[in-house]
């Protein structure tokens, strides 16, 4: 739920002022960086590759991200990851998670489809699957378990945030028994 799907009435009461006003005026986290900087094309389009082998990834440094962030968003840079993926019709992840971290990604240009995998118990979990066209900002916690695909017939790129930075992926496939870890990917052996 967003703060403009609420009624005027709700966005009124004065006991919910301070939270209006701060969600209007200083949007903070993984979610505001990736939002910000999937709107900077000046950013990301002269970097954007695409290769027909495998979707293309680049980490962008704070240095280079900082001049297209407003001053107060500059502190949500100490202990992020930021990453520009491109994605071309049919490539798309693994299922997967990204361990201890947290993060959001954002829809710079075409569309994206996510599953996510959610095992709440024994037997098979629960699946759903949303359409994610540019514009769109997905945000999750930590142990979030979804893949991501570019199911459409046009190019896509995306804006992806983790905070702390990655260090492993889990990777993982769906039985009847539910959600089982296939592998592990670490950061600085593996990607």
């Known amino acids: 739920m967003s703060l403009a ?20 005026t200083r949007p903070t986290g993984s979610a505001a960086l990736a939002v910000t900087l999937a709107l900077h094309t000046d950013l990301w389009q002269p970097r954007a590759e695409y290769r027909e082998s495998s979707r293309w990834t680049a980490l962008l440094e704070p240095h280079d991200v900082r001049p297209h962030l407003d001053p107060s968003l500059h502190a949500e840079l100490e202990d992020a990851q930021i990453w520009l993926l491109t994605w071309l019709p049919g490539q798309g992840t693994p299922l997967h998670d990204h361990g201890n971290s947290a993060g959001a990604f954002a829809v710079a240009r075409g569309t994206l489809t996510e599953k996510v995998v959610a095992a709440g118990g ?22 979030y378990v979804h893949q991501v695909t570019n199911l459409g017939d046009e190019p896509a790129v995306s804006v992806h945030v983790y905070a702390p930075r990655l260090r492993l992926m889990n990777t993982y496939r769906i039985d009847d028994d539910g959600l089982v870890r296939t592998g592990t990917e670490r950061a600085g052996v593996d990607w």
């Open 5 to 24: 799907s609420l009624s005027p009435a709700v966005l009124a009461d004065p006991r919910l002022a301070p939270l209006v006003a701060a969600t209007a």
């Open 122 to 143: 024994p037997g098979r979990p629960r699946e759903t699957e949303n359409e994610l066209p540019a514009g769109r900002l997905r945000f999750f916690g930590a142990r």
